[in-house]
């Protein structure tokens, strides 16, 4: 039986498979500029951040309609429920869509029509967090929240993703405040490439209650001090660092360090489909490979549940 666990950092446009990428591309007419999925896999050799985004912003072509939202997010799910994920907290890029004529309610219907049956058909709660994209506009990002604000009652918060260096946090100042005001959860991806200063900017200025990634912060002692003492949840993914060449090698990970240092850490899988593995593979590499005791395994868990923005369904029954 795999550790139940919660998974907090997700993206659902990562959770495209090269088979399922091949099957949506033949359903609509689209035509991907790779042989076959062997072809397509030769290119999940990345070299950092953005040379993952351009085949992550590319390979989304071949969604056009609610249906291959649903069926996306359904085969997410499946495969996190058979790794013990029991919540998953859902990122998604509506910008990506957007930009390419499909409308965020086509998004958001669609993923709803898998994620509102997701506790009966798997087991697994779910909630979906809005990202912006960082290296759009400030503009643009309150464009697509006052775009999503027919389906508010279905997001529970928003973040921030997409190339991180030369893209501070408080370029986003105004569009977390509105969020705040609508009363959205708000997280944000800080220190993956980008430097410790961005960790301390997006708590201090947008307001973040979690850190995604956040591995930066080991270079800044009194980040790390404040970051334990606050009690800040890090949505740390191990295979994606090594696939982006954020850390070395998977035995150069900091994890064991940052657990050492009180960190409330979980580990989670941000875009399983080009790095290697789901949440429970994670859990796995990180085990085999960093030899992280079945306590250390537990307390991964245990503050997955702690750092999720469980109580929000409740909240918003009772509003
Ligand atoms: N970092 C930033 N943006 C992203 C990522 C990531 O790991 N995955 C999808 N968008
Ligand atoms: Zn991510």
């Not at 499946?78 to 869509?97: C, T």
């Not at 409308?103 to 058909?121: C, P, Y």
């Not at 949840?233 to 657990?259: D, I, K, Q, W, Y």
Request: proline share 5%.
């Amino acid at each position: 039986m795999p550790l139940p666990k919660a998974e907090l950092h997700l993206h659902i446009e990562g959770t495209l498979e090269p088979e399922t990428a091949f099957a949506l591309a033949a359903r609509n007419g689209v035509t991907l500029p790779y042989a076959d999925t062997d072809a397509l896999r030769e290119a999940y050799r990345f070299t950092d951040l953005q040379s993952f985004l351009d085949l992550y912003y590319a390979l989304m072509d071949v969604l056009r309609t609610e249906q291959d939202f649903a069926d996306l997010a359904d085969a997410y799910l499946a495969r996190a429920a058979a790794q013990g994920v029991r919540h998953a907290e859902i990122f998604f890029d509506p910008q990506a869509h957007l930009k390419r004529g499909v409308e965020l309610g086509t998004v958001v219907e669609g993923l709803w029509r898998a994620l509102g049956r997701s506790e009966q058909n798997h087991g697994v709660s779910t909630q979906l967090i809005l990202c912006f994209l960082r290296d759009e506009s400030a503009d643009s990002a309150l464009r697509t929240l006052r775009a999503a604000e027919p389906w508010l009652d279905r997001i529970t918060g928003v973040g921030l993703d997409s190339a991180e260096v030369g893209h501070p946090p408080a370029k986003f100042r105004e569009v977390f405040r509105a969020a705040a005001d609508l009363g959205l959860r708000r997280v944000a991806h800080a220190g993956e490439e980008g430097p410790p200063q961005y960790i301390t900017e997006a708590l201090d200025v947008l307001g973040v209650e979690r850190i995604d990634h956040g591995l930066r912060c080991m270079e800044d002692p009194a980040l790390v001090d404040r970051l334990v003492r606050e009690r800040i949840p890090l949505t740390v993914c191990p295979l994606s660092n090594v696939r982006l060449h954020t850390v070395a090698s998977l035995a150069e990970h900091p994890l064991p360090a940052m657990l050492d240092a009180g960190l409330v850490c979980t580990v989670n899988s941000d875009d399983p489909a080009y790095f290697g593995g789901y949440a429970g593979d994670n859990f796995d590499a990180v085990r085999d490979t960093l030899g992280l005791t079945e306590e250390q395994l537990r307390t991964l868990a245990r503050n997955s549940f702690l750092a999720a923005f469980l109580e929000h369904d409740e909240e918003r029954r009772q509003r």
